[in-house]
């Protein structure tokens, strides 16, 4: 199993940045791809950003391009979500997530979650 635990949300004015962690632990050699997810109150989970283990190959969804960066270190197992000019529509419960397969926003194709860390951007 691979566990993984999010940290670094919190409440922001919009215009603001946060930054979140996601550490994996646990069978962490069978984790290729990580990505980044949210589900605000009352809508479909999204998905936001995904990375491959290299690093070489990212995705980012359309409402965050510009703004959200995804990066990993591997030596730490860690994935980051580096998010500036934050929007009041950006708050949700942002959700890593972790797969043996290849890079994708397709949240149907991870294996792995974690628990998520609320994000707030306050208007």
């Known amino acids: 199993q691979v566990q993984l635990v999010e940290s670094g949300g919190g409440l922001v004015q919009a215009g603001g940045s946060l930054r979140l962690s996601c550490a994996a632990s646990g069978r962490t050699f069978r984790v290729n791809a990580m990505g980044w997810f949210r589900q605000a109150p009352g809508k479909e989970r999204q998905s936001v950003a995904a990375i491959s283990w290299s690093g070489g190959r990212t995705l980012y969804a359309d409402s965050v391009k510009g703004r959200f960066t995804i990066s990993r270190d591997n030596a730490k197992n860690t994935v980051y979500l580096q998010m500036n000019s934050l929007k009041p529509e950006d708050t949700a419960v942002y959700y890593c997530?972790?797969?043996?397969?290849?890079?994708?926003?397709?949240?149907?194709?991870?294996?792995?979650w974690g628990q998520g860390t609320q994000v707030t951007v306050s208007s």
């Open positions: 997530a972790a797969d043996s397969s290849v890079a994708s926003l397709n949240p149907n194709e991870y294996d792995y």
